[in-house]
């Protein structure tokens, strides 16, 4: 039986952070940002799940990409990326791939994020790799930020 800890130290979903992402003066989509609920780091590997949902609508895995330390990832890359460390303080950027953006207003944004606690056994298990799983799930509702790009702060 595995069991899930929560320890909402932050908000996951970061305020204010939600902007239409552009390309050579063409939107392709939206980004916000999103931090780690807990007291330390994970790998990008430990990433059990990571779905999002805006309003009410879950986005296809296929459409999402996960950016931190200067790199962008698929979802499907997650798994393998043992070398990519998330720093607790630092936030990533979440890129939904959805040509023209979004509109100005509220949008109601829901981040499933499961990680597996690689130090934490769970004993009794007759599953192999069965370890702990942190829940950093979280829900925001945020208004489109119309301003260009991110200052170094949002970073």
């Known amino acids: 039986m595995t069991f899930i800890m929560k320890l909402p ?10 902007i239409n992402t552009t390309i ?3 939107k392709i989509g939206y980004e916000f940002q999103i931090r780690l609920s807990y007291y330390r780091g994970h790998y990008l590997s430990c990433i059990e799940e990571l779905s999002i949902a805006v309003n009410d609508k ?14 962008e990832f698929t979802i499907g890359q997650l798994p393998n990326l043992v070398s990519e460390f998330w720093n607790v303080d630092k936030p990533a950027t979440i890129k939904v791939y959805s040509p023209g953006g979004i509109k100005e207003g509220d949008y109601k944004i829901d981040v499933t994020l499961l990680l ?13 790799h069965n370890y702990a799983v942190l829940d950093s799930c979280g829900s925001k509702t945020l208004t489109l930020n119309t301003r260009e790009g991110r200052t170094k702060l949002d970073v």
Not at 116 to 128: F, H, I
């Open 24 to 26: 050579n003066g063409k």
């Open 116 to 128: 597996r606690n690689a130090y934490m056994y769970v004993p009794g298990n007759t599953e192999n």
């Open 58 to 71: 879950i986005i296809d895995s296929n459409d999402i990409n996960f950016c931190l330390n200067g790199k």
């Open 9 to 18: 130290f932050v908000d996951t979903v970061v305020d204010n952070s939600l």
